[in-house]
């Protein structure tokens, strides 16, 4: 899912020196890709059940792969936006079933397991990323052929995977109080979603107005690499201090990170805001998630993603008329927006006592009662 959703960014540059996509075409097939997501994500609310089965499983691995591997057969953009919406649309599927599976495993056992979970996001990025660093790719092709390949060897170790049971419904799971609270966490999660993806639309390029060169794709690979591992430490946090809590710090690190390279030239800021988004966003992603289902909110994890994936849609939108100045113009209302996020947090994290961290030790005590049972 990593590869099929991200690679788009590091090929961007091949396109549009060899396949002759103009500024349009990208954000048109930016766009097409993000309605796609979200198109998926609301498939998962509506149609849980449709969705939650071992054959919509390995249907979107597969059309992920296909939608890779038949981008360089298409010559014109409208075919490409249509190929980038549909891979948008199994990414989402993906993205959804994995969530609730891997939260669903995880409960009784240590809460890091869903943290190296969502890690592979941040290693498709980074192989995405060293793939046009480190391997003779020399055309646009070529670049998704191999993306192609990288997809389908990852995706036959996933081929196996079970979906997650359907949450039974209860009555009481979106009534009072935590209805508000997860229509606070809603409405955070979405500003992410929008502050995020102009992060990762014009990271790259804003890096290299300033900086001509490698230095974008390497700041993009370091972003992977910083996504990786971050997940699981956002995860071990998560075990001594509230979500609301980490939300919010996470968010103030990655509205930093955001604005370093926007203010500063140089490949010191460059790197270091590619840590700071890197390992961010995706912890932001879990936390959320983890939290949406704390709140035992029907369907909370489709209709997070959902909120995440329209927030996307509107990102580019929203930088539009900014971005004729200099992509650092689309960084600094990025950074803007992830903080209005982080105080959303700071919302959350004063007013929803459910969830508030667990006496300490308490998770290891359910730990030890469900391997002695």
Do not use: K
């Amino acid at each position: 899912m990593g590869i099929g959703r991200f690679v788009y960014t590091p090929i961007v540059p091949f396109m549009t020196a060899q396949a002759g996509l103009a500024p349009g075409g990208t954000g048109l097939l930016a766009t097409a890709n993000y309605l796609g997501y979200f198109a998926g994500a609301l498939a998962g609310s509506l149609l849980p059940r449709l969705v939650r089965t071992v054959t919509t499983w390995r249907s979107a691995l597969t059309v992920n792969v296909a939608a890779l591997a038949v981008m360089p057969v298409a010559r014109d953009v409208l075919t490409w936006a249509v190929i980038r919406a549909v891979a948008g649309f199994a990414s989402a599927v993906l993205f959804v079933i994995a969530v609730d599976w891997m939260l669903d495993h995880a409960r009784g056992r240590s809460a890091q397991l869903p943290g190296w979970g969502f890690g592979g996001v941040g290693l498709g990025i980074a192989l995405s990323a060293g793939m046009l660093l480190l391997l003779p790719v020399t055309g646009w092709r070529a670049a998704w052929w191999v993306s192609a390949a990288l997809a389908a060897a990852t995706g036959a170790v996933a081929w196996r995977m079970r979906a997650a049971r359907a949450p039974a419904s209860s009555a009481a799971s979106a009534t009072g109080r935590p209805r508000t609270w997860f229509l606070v966490l809603l409405v955070c999660y979405s500003l992410e979603g929008v502050g995020y993806i102009i992060a990762g639309t014009f990271l790259v390029a804003a890096i290299g107005q300033a900086s001509p060169g490698p230095l974008g794709n390497a700041a993009w690979l370091v972003v992977g690499l910083a996504a990786a591992p971050s997940a699981a430490l956002w995860a071990m946090a998560g075990t001594r201090w509230s979500r609301p809590a980490l939300l919010v710090v996470a968010l103030l690190v990655q509205a930093a990170g955001i604005c370093l390279p926007a203010l500063l030239g140089g490949a010191a800021p460059a790197l270091i805001g590619a840590v700071a988004f890197g390992g961010t966003f995706i912890g932001v992603s879990t936390t959320a998630l983890a939290a949406g289902r704390d709140l035992a909110f029907p369907g909370a994890v489709a209709l997070l993603t959902a909120g995440y994936s329209a927030g996307q849609v509107l990102g580019p939108l929203l930088v539009n008329p900014v971005v004729h100045h200099g992509y650092r113009s689309a960084l600094l209302v990025s950074a803007a927006v992830v903080a209005l996020s982080a105080l959303t947090a700071a919302w959350l994290r004063s007013g929803c006592a459910e969830l508030r961290p667990a006496p300490r030790g308490a998770g290891r005590r359910r730990e030890a009662t469900s391997r002695a049972r």
